[in-house]
């Protein structure tokens, strides 16, 4: 089957891909790296009057560190963070977490702002994005506004963006240090989507007691998801004191995760608790070596 037909524009300024969907708004489609829209579009699952293809906007594209934020533009290539120097070192689980993301050849293609805006509740950087604390950028030709990745993610393949909306950049905080991050996910295949994954960031205080903690599941709802219960429950707690594997079966009892042709939702709710306890685990060690000094020296 072939798309249906459809006109193409590709500006190469902000401002006339701002103009063209406020024109079209919902007949008009944003085209980043395609490897999500353009299967759609072959398979006539979508269908759209105007592609904004944006790939010719430099201003789109890049990373940089602004005080304590990493700003990353919308265009940049998934290939391009997992090898980042600033992002392995400012934001590592979005570097391991990018390792994840299909194969080589959908992440030299693929972006960081495509993946968000695509919301697919089992892909890597909108949980990411959420773990983190990461807010978006967006603008139309009404102005600018940021979002949080909480209130960005509305449910599967739906976020609050408008239609006349252009997402610009993700804004990813700086976790300070004695802060460790974990990934972990369980896929039929290597670069399989996931059938479950996980993300945890955690920072603990001088004596070793939970500082700040964010844990998120993907997988297992209509979109990535905090587990707040189990962040609020850890908070303040010396970490030798908790029993990670009670804590992650409690957090994870509720959980009503959809059955699909590559899982039963009983399936994925069997797993969500060793792979939360998982994620703990692998966050504490890392934020204990990242406040020890002699493993700083050894790296
Ligand atoms: C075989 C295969 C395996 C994959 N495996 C994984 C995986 O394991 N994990 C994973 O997370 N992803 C996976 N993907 C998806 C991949 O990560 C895509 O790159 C990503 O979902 C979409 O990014 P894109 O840049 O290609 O966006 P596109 O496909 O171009 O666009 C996706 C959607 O986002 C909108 N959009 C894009 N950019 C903007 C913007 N700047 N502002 C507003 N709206 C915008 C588009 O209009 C469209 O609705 C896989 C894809 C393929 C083909």
Redesign the pocket.
């Known amino acids: 089957m072939k798309a249906a037909p459809f006109d193409y524009a590709a500006p190469t300024e902000v401002d006339e891909a701002l103009a063209l969907l406020d024109e079209f708004a919902e007949d008009a489609?944003?085209?980043?790296?395609?490897?999500?829209?353009?299967?759609?579009l072959a398979l006539r699952m979508?269908r759209f009057d105007q592609l904004v293809d944006?790939n010719r906007i430099e201003a789109?594209r890049g990373i940089e560190l602004v005080g304590e934020t990493l700003v990353i533009g919308?265009?940049t290539?998934?290939a391009t963070i997992e090898r980042d120097e600033e992002v392995r070192r400012h934001a590592p689980l979005l570097a391991e977490a990018t390792r994840?993301?299909?194969?080589f050849q959908?992440?030299n293609?693929?972006?960081?702002?495509?993946?968000?805006?695509?919301a697919?509740p089992?892909?890597?950087?909108?949980a990411i994005a959420l773990t983190l604390g990461a807010e978006v950028e967006?603008a139309s030709v009404r102005g600018r506004r940021r979002i949080d990745a909480g209130e960005l993610l509305e449910s599967a393949y739906t976020t609050t963006?408008e239609p006349e909306?252009?997402?610009?950049s993700v804004r990813v905080p700086v976790w300070g240090a004695r802060s460790g991050f974990a990934v972990h996910e369980i896929?039929r295949r290597t670069?399989?989507?996931?059938l479950v994954g996980g993300a945890a960031a955690v920072t603990l205080d001088e004596a070793d007691a939970v500082a700040r903690a964010h844990v998120v599941l993907f997988g297992v709802a209509d979109r990535a998801i905090r587990l707040s219960s189990l962040e609020a429950a850890i908070a303040g707690q010396p970490v030798d004191q908790l029993d990670l594997a009670e804590l992650a079966r409690e957090a994870t009892a509720e959980l009503r995760p959809p059955s699909d042709v590559q899982a039963t939702g009983a399936y994925r709710r069997r797993v969500a608790a060793p792979l939360t306890e998982r994620l703990l685990r692998t966050a504490f060690v890392r934020a204990r070596r990242a406040g020890d000094p002699t493993e700083e020296a050894a790296r």
């Open positions: 489609k944003v085209l980043a790296g395609g490897q999500s829209l353009v299967p759609l979508s944006v789109l919308a265009m290539r998934q994840y993301i299909g194969h959908i992440r293609r693929g972006t960081i702002g495509g993946s968000i805006a695509h697919d089992t892909a890597e950087y909108p967006v963006l909306e252009l997402l610009l896929a670069g399989d989507f996931a």
